[in-house]
């Protein structure tokens, strides 16, 4: 490895990172594959070379290949969107916050510019990306590149750093045939001063995302090593950059779970296109020696990214940030291509459109879109139904692959996320033909960096669960030592999908809590909670519903949408309980979001049953009918409830020891053994 000039330049940094230096070199090994490029004439190196080299994509291939097919139409769109910008000023938030929308947008605005520039060898194209660079590096237009929150906390470095290294990176790489030797000496300086300067502080301040196994790490250090790559020779912390972020990078791939489950929440899991980047970027710039993507693999973590997404394009909304999120797959389409996966390549095309524009990196989707992997429905290849048994314990059962939308769709999770979750164990949700029925709220936007228990999003209460006692965090607080588990789950593509989660040990203090779920295809979904407690004390559950749902005295309700119409029966099994609509407020002083901003009230509505006792036994009942269909209520029969669908009436019968739901029509039924809370 080239070491020495690294040495050199640190030698002013202090004891602390000569000796973290070192430890960074000997981890990463003088075996490795050398990712610090070193001759300019190969340029560009980062995700497109010069000359072809065996397995990577060539510059010439990338100008042959968007001539036809889906990437003439990415190119189309690309061409048009820096065509638009540079009708613009540059972005300048001046003394405004440098939040992610910003800084990503700004991050796109300059790759997207640099891309087309090295494509069409016009000059204009890379005056356009050098206009937004040079904003940055000045000081009036971005006095600071890091979010206000992050320096509130005392951060030398940040998320924005990161995001900002990487994008500079490759705008080098592919500029730099361009540039004069004046403007690529002005663009090292203000990479250095504005970027690597605060990088190194933060690194010698020990913060978190140096160590952490979160996406701060994959953006900050994987992009500042992505930064390390791309300036090679010109610049002397480029090998220190690389060694710093190999290793880190590389045993972040630890976190996966052995089904491919993520450690954060569902929304949050789209940070894995920083790892796609970084490993993409270590293996054009090692002149394709390396091909990590190959070696780890994100094949499960697709398969769970897949399940984790429902029609028409939604990831599950548990935890942060908000509920309805469209899936990030832009990086889905060079994952499909290394992994040779035709599903793969299926779930990035049918929601590539959907990608918010702030992770819509169209320079990047054009470089990586792959027209010789043949996409591939999962219809009839995957399993409607599936039970992750790591991490948050995500649990999905769905009524067809259709993309735009199905029937229904019922999700659940019975532990907590690592990272980004909420006091939401055994949190249950229903979608119904493309649409929120049964919901979760989400975190509340620029949601608060502290004493989230107190805000209702995070709590308990603020979910489809079982809450018991009454104090100011909404029922159990936060927290990673406590967590629910799956105790048994079957799925079948005919009948749907039945599962068992034990939450005793999250609500612990004696408590003996099991909620079981049937979903019977097409439509119906059935959830019988159980709970033995130590003393009595006040029971709460609230189904929270898209919109305001009155129940009738047998506690019979109706959600409606534009789509679909979701019939409900609540009702406690053994003893007195009230159900009623509410909604929710925010209280102060925790009533605004991390930069003081007072949150405009939203008043989400939910349906609510509430009683006091030592046990309960709770029966909630849901069945979507669609926009043609007449929607017919719960009618209460013999030891149970039953409805008219159209595919024959569905009764559910509750004794003291089964569960049956039963479809007499087509025969096809659920019947759970039950044994009691111990």
Same mark, same amino acid.
């Given at each position: 490895?080239?070491?020495?000039r690294?040495?050199?330049?640190?030698?002013?940094?202090?004891?602390?990172?000569?000796?973290? $230096?070192?430890a960074?070199?000997?981890?990463?090994?003088?075996?490795?594959?050398?990712t610090?490029?070193?001759?300019?004439?190969?340029?560009?190196?980062?995700?497109?070379?010069?000359?072809?080299?065996?397995?990577?994509?060539?510059?010439?291939?990338?100008?042959?290949?968007?001539?036809?097919?889906?990437?003439?139409?990415?190119?189309?769109?690309?061409?048009?969107?820096?065509?638009?910008e540079?009708?613009?000023?540059?972005?300048?938030?001046?003394?405004?916050?440098?939040?992610?929308?910003?800084?990503?947008?700004?991050?796109?605005? $300059?790759?997207?510019?640099?891309?087309?520039?090295?494509?069409?060898?016009?000059?204009?194209?890379?005056?356009?990306?050098l206009?937004?660079?040079?904003?940055?590096?000045?000081?009036?237009q971005?006095?600071?590149?890091?979010?206000?929150?992050?320096?509130?906390?005392?951060?030398?470095?940040?998320?924005?750093?990161?995001?900002?290294?990487?994008?500079?990176?490759?705008?080098?790489?592919?500029?730099?045939?361009?540039?004069?030797?004046?403007?690529?000496?002005?663009?090292?300086?203000?990479?250095?001063?504005?970027?690597?300067?605060?990088?190194?502080?933060?690194?010698?301040?020990g913060?978190?995302?140096?160590?952490?196994?979160?996406?701060?790490?994959?953006?900050?250090?994987?992009?500042?090593?992505?930064?390390?790559?791309?300036?090679?020779?010109?610049?002397?912390d480029?090998t220190?950059l690389?060694?710093?972020?190999?290793?880190?990078?590389?045993?972040?791939?630890?976190?996966?779970?052995?089904?491919?489950?993520?450690?954060?929440?569902?929304q949050?899991?789209?940070?894995?296109?920083?790892?796609?980047?970084?490993?993409?970027?270590?293996?054009?710039?090692?002149?394709g020696?390396?091909?990590?993507?190959?070696?780890?693999?994100?094949?499960?973590?697709?398969?769970?990214?897949?399940?984790?997404?429902?029609?028409?394009?939604?990831?599950?909304?548990?935890?942060?940030?908000?509920?309805?999120?469209?899936?990030?797959?832009?990086?889905?389409?060079?994952?499909?291509?290394?992994?040779?996966?035709?599903?793969?390549?299926?779930?990035?095309?049918?929601?590539?459109?959907?990608?918010?524009?702030?992770?819509?990196?169209?320079?990047?989707?054009?470089?990586?879109?792959d027209?010789?992997?043949?996409?591939?429905?999962?219809?009839?290849?995957?399993?409607?139904?599936?039970?992750?048994?790591?991490?948050?314990?995500?649990?999905?059962?769905?009524?067809?692959?259709?993309?735009?939308?199905?029937?229904?769709?019922?999700?659940?999770?019975?532990?907590?996320?690592?990272?980004?979750?909420?006091?939401?164990?055994?949190?249950?949700?229903?979608?119904?033909?493309g649409?929120?029925?049964?919901?979760?709220?989400?975190?509340?936007?620029?949601?608060?960096?502290?004493?989230?228990?107190?805000?209702?999003?995070?709590?308990?209460?603020?979910?489809?669960?079982?809450?018991?006692?009454?104090?100011?965090?909404?029922?159990?607080?936060?927290g990673?030592?406590?967590?629910?588990? $799956?105790?048994?789950?079957?799925?079948?593509?005919?009948?749907?999908?039945?599962?068992?989660?034990?939450?005793?040990?999250?609500?612990?203090?004696?408590?003996?809590?099991?909620?079981?779920?049937?979903?019977?295809?097409?439509?119906?979904?059935?959830?019988?909670?159980?709970?033995?407690?130590?003393?009595?004390?006040? $029971?709460?559950?609230?189904?929270?519903?898209?919109?305001?749902?009155?129940?009738?005295?047998?506690?019979?309700?109706?959600?409606?949408?534009?789509?679909?119409?979701?019939?409900?029966?609540?009702?406690?099994?053994?003893?007195?309980?009230?159900?009623?609509?509410?909604?929710?407020?925010?209280?102060?002083?925790?009533?605004?979001?991390?930069?003081?901003?007072?949150?405009?009230?939203?008043?989400?509505?939910?349906?609510?049953?509430?009683?006091?006792?030592?046990?309960?036994?709770?029966?909630?009942?849901?069945?979507?009918?669609?926009?043609?269909?007449?929607?017919?209520?719960?009618?209460?029969?013999a030891?149970?409830?039953?409805?008219?669908?159209?595919?024959?009436?569905?009764?559910?019968?509750?004794?003291?020891?089964?569960?049956?739901?039963d479809?007499?029509?087509?025969?096809?039924?659920?019947?759970?053994?039950?044994?009691?809370?111990?």
């Amino acid at each position: 490895m080239k070491q020495s000039r690294t040495l050199r330049k640190t030698e002013t940094t202090g004891c602390l990172a000569m000796t973290l $230096i070192a430890a960074w070199t000997a981890v990463a090994g003088a075996a490795e594959a050398d990712t610090t490029r070193g001759d300019p004439e190969e340029r560009p190196w980062i995700f497109v070379t010069g000359e072809k080299i065996e397995g990577l994509r060539s510059l010439e291939e990338v100008r042959s290949g968007i001539r036809e097919g889906h990437a003439a139409e990415l190119w189309k769109q690309l061409v048009a969107k820096v065509e638009e910008e540079m009708k613009q000023e540059p972005i300048a938030p001046g003394e405004g916050n440098r939040n992610f929308h910003v800084v990503a947008t700004t991050a796109n605005r $300059i790759t997207d510019a640099a891309l087309v520039a090295l494509i069409t060898s016009e000059r204009r194209y890379a005056d356009a990306a050098l206009r937004q660079i040079e904003a940055l590096f000045d000081p009036e237009q971005w006095p600071e590149w890091a979010d206000k929150a992050h320096i509130q906390v005392g951060l030398k470095a940040d998320l924005r750093h990161g995001q900002l290294a990487r994008a500079l990176g490759m705008a080098y790489d592919w500029l730099h045939g361009s540039l004069t030797d004046d403007e690529r000496r002005r663009f090292l300086e203000g990479l250095d001063r504005c970027a690597v300067r605060p990088f190194k502080a933060g690194v010698e301040a020990g913060e978190h995302w140096v160590n952490r196994h979160s996406n701060w790490m994959t953006c900050i250090v994987g992009g500042f090593g992505i930064l390390g790559m791309a300036l090679g020779p010109d610049h002397p912390d480029s090998t220190w950059l690389v060694e710093l972020a190999r290793p880190r990078m590389e045993r972040y791939m630890g976190i996966f779970g052995p089904e491919g489950e993520f450690n954060e929440s569902v929304q949050y899991s789209g940070s894995t296109m920083y790892v796609v980047d970084y490993f993409l970027a270590e293996r054009y710039a090692s002149s394709g020696k390396k091909n990590p993507l190959e070696q780890y693999g994100l094949s499960d973590h697709c398969r769970w990214y897949m399940y984790s997404t429902v029609p028409p394009g939604r990831v599950l909304g548990f935890g942060d940030p908000a509920p309805d999120m469209p899936p990030v797959v832009t990086h889905l389409c060079a994952v499909a291509s290394a992994l040779r996966d035709p599903m793969i390549q299926w779930f990035y095309l049918q929601y590539a459109d959907l990608v918010l524009p702030t992770h819509h990196r169209r320079a990047l989707e054009l470089l990586w879109y792959d027209p010789i992997i043949e996409a591939q429905s999962p219809h009839g290849r995957l399993p409607l139904g599936r039970a992750y048994h790591n991490q948050a314990e995500i649990l999905t059962s769905r009524s067809s692959w259709d993309p735009e939308g199905t029937t229904s769709v019922v999700y659940a999770k019975a532990a907590q996320e690592d990272y980004h979750g909420h006091a939401d164990w055994g949190q249950v949700c229903i979608d119904g033909y493309g649409e929120r029925l049964i919901v979760d709220l989400g975190s509340p936007p620029g949601y608060p960096r502290s004493h989230k228990e107190r805000y209702y999003n995070y709590q308990q209460r603020g979910h489809n669960v079982l809450v018991f006692g009454t104090n100011e965090t909404g029922g159990i607080p936060l927290g990673r030592a406590r967590r629910g588990k $799956i105790l048994n789950a079957e799925f079948d593509d005919q009948r749907g999908g039945a599962w068992t989660m034990d939450l005793s040990e999250a609500y612990g203090e004696g408590r003996h809590v099991l909620r079981r779920v049937v979903h019977l295809l097409p439509r119906v979904a059935v959830v019988l909670d159980e709970a033995k407690l130590v003393a009595r004390e006040p $029971i709460n559950l609230r189904w929270h519903t898209i919109a305001p749902a009155e129940p009738d005295g047998e506690g019979r309700f109706m959600v409606r949408r534009d789509k679909a119409t979701l019939a409900c029966r609540a009702q406690r099994l053994d003893g007195e309980a009230e159900l009623r609509l509410d909604r929710h407020e925010y209280q102060p002083p925790y009533d605004k979001d991390r930069l003081g901003n007072p949150y405009t009230q939203r008043h989400e509505p939910f349906v609510e049953i509430e009683t006091e006792d030592d046990h309960c036994r709770i029966l909630s009942a849901f069945c979507v009918f669609g926009p043609d269909e007449q929607a017919q209520p719960w009618q209460e029969v013999a030891d149970g409830w039953s409805i008219d669908t159209p595919e024959g009436p569905v009764q559910i019968l509750v004794k003291e020891d089964r569960l049956a739901v039963d479809n007499t029509t087509t025969q096809h039924a659920w019947r759970i053994q039950l044994r009691a809370p111990e």
